[in-house]
């Protein structure tokens, strides 16, 4: 077993190694100067991506055996896990009232017209037409509509003398949305959120040169996946800590969109997705990118918010949640394409590009600083 997790875990090694020696050279990283700390600010960003894909991996191996939909549900619950530690750390030393706002637009933009537009795109270059159910689709985008709505577009016209009121609301009502959305995706709505694929068949396994066979290694338990992905976690938690303090050190030194810390957030949280979608949309498996990206979305949504607003009440200092018109735009956009394109239960090239250039759309306004 410890052979086998020396071996698997490379990813996941080098992260830790990494985290014990951003602590013992932090200083210098912080005060070595501008460039020392946007070069170590890159390091400890791929570093975090090295521990979650691990901590994907993890959570793919656990969701394959228990199923669908509990199996999607386990990977976009550690996808957003991954996104708070992160988002928590960073925004207690950026101190940007608009940091959580702009990394749920950000991942939701990364999510559906990145992951999903890039997925749809490649796929379809590959097999025409891809199919999945159409039930989700819809699902999916009604959910993310109310609940951005309710969290990131109302609050433009609550009054600030009020914003505990409505902060507090925004927490029940985001819990309840879940709530009910798992009452459904795993209870009597289930078929929702999944495909009856065709049966492929399956290739036999190539002897070795000397004749044998290699027997494939039985697969972790899953109480061994779920203790490594806590570990990735806590190395992730550890990394985002320096890693936010040269982040800050960076910004300092140069002119940067303001959204920066923003999309660094969105872009660690959303790597593992991004291989996964990729992987199943070239395996025709279009539904599985469908719960991914939009699964994502959903979660990243209804479940971060209310952690931060908690958050923001317990410190009693509300966040800045309500999205400029700029951004309420490009999400209502966003959800609309969606929307149309996911009705009919099939995907092609075409509508993948639709959402990857509205995803580009999206990286050149941040990079205006809009």
């Known amino acids: 077993m410890l052979s086998r997790l020396a071996k698997e875990e490379t990813l996941l090694w080098i992260a830790a190694l990494c985290a014990g020696l951003a602590y013992l ?21 791929a570093a975090i991506i090295c521990a979650s894909l691990r ?45 959580v706002r702009d990394t749920i637009y950000a991942a939701v933009m990364l999510d559906i017209n990145g992951i999903l537009g890039l997925a ?37 016209f609550i009054p600030e003398h009020a914003w505990h ?58 109480r ?8 990735g976690l806590l190395v992730i938690g550890a990394l985002s800590e320096v890693m936010a303090q040269t982040l800050g050190a960076t910004l300092q030194g140069i002119t940067a969109p303001p959204a920066l810390p923003a999309l660094v957030v969105a872009v660690i949280s959303a790597s593992p997705e991004i291989l996964t979608a990729l992987r199943a949309a070239l395996a025709n498996r279009m539904q599985s990118v469908v719960n991914i990206a939009m699964g994502a979305s959903l979660a990243t949504v209804i479940l971060t918010v209310p952690l ?15 999205m400029s ?30 959402h990857f250039i509205l995803f580009a759309t999206f990286v050149v306004l941040a990079l205006m600083g809009l």
Request: proline content about 6%; glycine content about 8%.
């Open 308 to 322: 931060m607003e908690a958050l923001a009440l317990y410190n009693g200092q509300p966040f800045q949640m309500a």
């Open 165 to 222: 009121v409505y902060s507090l609301f925004t927490i029940v009502a985001m819990v309840t949305l879940y709530a009910v959305f798992l009452r459904m995706q795993t209870g009597p709505h289930s078929y929702f959120f999944s495909y009856s694929y065709p049966d492929k068949p399956r290739r036999r396994a190539r002897p070795a040169a000397g004749g044998a066979i290699d027997a494939p290694q039985p697969p972790l338990p899953v």
């Open 25 to 45: 050279f932090e200083g210098r990283m912080v005060h070595g100067g501008t460039a020392t700390a946007a070069l170590a600010t890159v390091l400890l960003v």
């Open 55 to 99: 901590v994907a991996a993890h959570a793919e191996h656990i969701a394959q055996r228990v199923g669908d939909p509990y199996g999607t549900m386990v990977l976009t619950l550690s996808a957003v896990l991954v996104e708070v530690v992160v988002l928590g750390i960073v925004m207690s030393s950026q101190n940007s009232p608009t940091l």
């Open 325 to 354: 018109p700029l951004q309420t735009v490009m999400m209502l956009v966003t959800l609309i394409v969606a929307a149309i394109n996911l009705n009919d239960g099939q995907t092609n090239a075409i509508e993948g590009m639709t």
């Open 224 to 231: 061994a996946s779920a203790a490594i992905l806590a570990a």
């Open 120 to 156: 749809a795109l490649m796929g379809g270059i590959k097999y025409g037409e891809q199919s999945h159910n159409d039930d989700s689709g819809r699902t999916y985008g009604v959910m993310i509509l109310t609940a951005v709505t309710v969290s990131m577009v109302v609050p433009e």
